[in-house]
């Protein structure tokens, strides 16, 4: 191999992580983002040597394949996702740094944009479901990865004028989810940091509710509760989830408390979910729910209970 055909190869493969990350974004999926990876990086060695000689920048074709595929992706998932039985949630990520990286275009302020650890949140990543896919897809490109967006135009195959509006209409949907974070998002979209003290903070709460848990106190659960509090549970059919969501601080303190007279023997693990603490139920050593909980003002607002074991294969 040539030396220009090495560098070719290294700039190529050097793209993979971050199109993983994009993907993810747009997909919720890490399994569903490394196929959408994985077609795009098939398509470019299906082409002719002579075919990638001639592509000028292999990381912004990359891109667009991918972006392309998820959003085919994104089109038939909604069809799949009303057939699912009861309430879908993103696929959590336990922490592992490759998932929060992966490089941004452009060079913006970074206090002007949604950073890459916030944007894999839970509580994100579901405003990000309620989104159409050219919403979704315009949305990360432009306000997470900073794409401009005659770029995203040419990707999406829409006019800049209509990639703005795009935008524009996903960050009314993050504005209009109501969550803490998004209560805090200026008209930009920006999602700030609860940085190293209140990552600390929030710790303290999630411990303090794993052993009012495994305590079975009632008063104690409803205290660290937000009292208008939602909880969603995804089993997708596999196991046994509430259907619905649960809404106020004490109907979900008294649920839990029943589902832990239900199944003893669980063992609740603080760890890391999606980039925030959350809580690990396991059983003989396999996971059987992750709880990502979403907290502000010292309270717990929402909490997300992935039990559908084909989310849960990267926690065991």
């Known amino acids: 191999m040539d030396s220009g055909n090495e560098r070719l190869t290294e700039a190529v493969l050097g793209e993979r992580r971050h199109l993983v990350n994009l993907a993810y974004r747009m997909l919720g999926s890490p399994a569903e983002a490394e196929d959408a990876v994985q077609e795009a990086y098939a398509r470019?060695?299906?082409?002719?040597?002579?075919r990638r000689q001639e592509v000028a920048a292999p990381g912004a074709w990359l891109t667009t394949v991918v972006s392309r595929?998820?959003?085919?992706?994104?089109?038939?998932?909604?069809?799949?996702?009303?057939?699912?039985?009861?309430?879908?949630?993103?696929?959590?990520?336990?922490?592992?740094?490759?998932?929060?990286?992966?490089?941004?275009?452009?060079?913006?302020?970074?206090?002007?944009?949604?950073t890459l650890d916030e944007s894999v949140g839970m509580a994100?990543?579901?405003?990000?479901?309620?989104?159409?896919?050219?919403?979704r897809v315009v949305f990360v490109l432009h306000d997470v990865f900073r794409y401009p967006f005659p770029e995203i135009a040419a990707i999406v195959d829409r006019t800049p004028a209509a990639c703005r509006q795009?935008?524009?209409?996903?960050?009314?949907?993050?504005r209009a989810a109501r969550v803490p974070s998004a209560r805090r998002v200026p008209s930009a979209g920006r999602v700030p940091s609860a940085g190293r003290a209140g990552q600390a903070g929030q710790a303290g709460v999630v411990r303090d509710f794993r052993e009012a848990w495994e305590a079975k106190d009632i008063a104690a659960l409803i205290g660290l509760l937000d009292p208008a509090a939602t909880m969603v549970a995804d089993g997708g059919g596999l196991v046994g989830a509430v259907l619905r969501p649960v809404e106020g601080g004490e109907h979900?303190?008294?649920?839990?408390?029943?589902?832990?007279?239900?199944?003893?023997?669980?063992?609740?693990?603080?760890?890391?979910?999606?980039?925030?603490?959350?809580?690990?139920?396991?059983?003989?050593?396999?996971?059987?729910?992750?709880?990502?909980?979403?907290?502000?003002?010292?309270?717990?607002?929402?909490?997300?209970?992935?039990?559908?074991?084909e989310k849960l294969a990267r926690w065991s």
């Open 44 to 50: 470019w060695y299906a082409l002719a040597p002579a």
């Open 124 to 135: 994100f990543l579901v405003v990000l479901e309620s989104m159409t896919p050219a919403e």
């Open 252 to 309: 979900i303190a008294r649920y839990l408390v029943l589902m832990a007279e239900k199944a003893p023997g669980l063992t609740l693990l603080e760890r890391t979910v999606n980039g925030s603490p959350g809580l690990v139920a396991q059983r003989d050593g396999v996971t059987a729910t992750v709880a990502a909980l979403d907290l502000a003002d010292g309270r717990i607002t929402r909490i997300w209970a992935v039990r559908n074991p």
């Open 166 to 174: 795009l935008a524009s209409s996903g960050r009314g949907r993050v």
């Open 69 to 114: 595929v998820c959003l085919d992706v994104l089109g038939s998932a909604r069809v799949r996702r009303e057939r699912y039985v009861g309430e879908w949630l993103p696929e959590p990520l336990p922490d592992r740094t490759e998932w929060f990286g992966g490089g941004a275009a452009g060079s913006a302020d970074p206090a002007d944009r949604i």
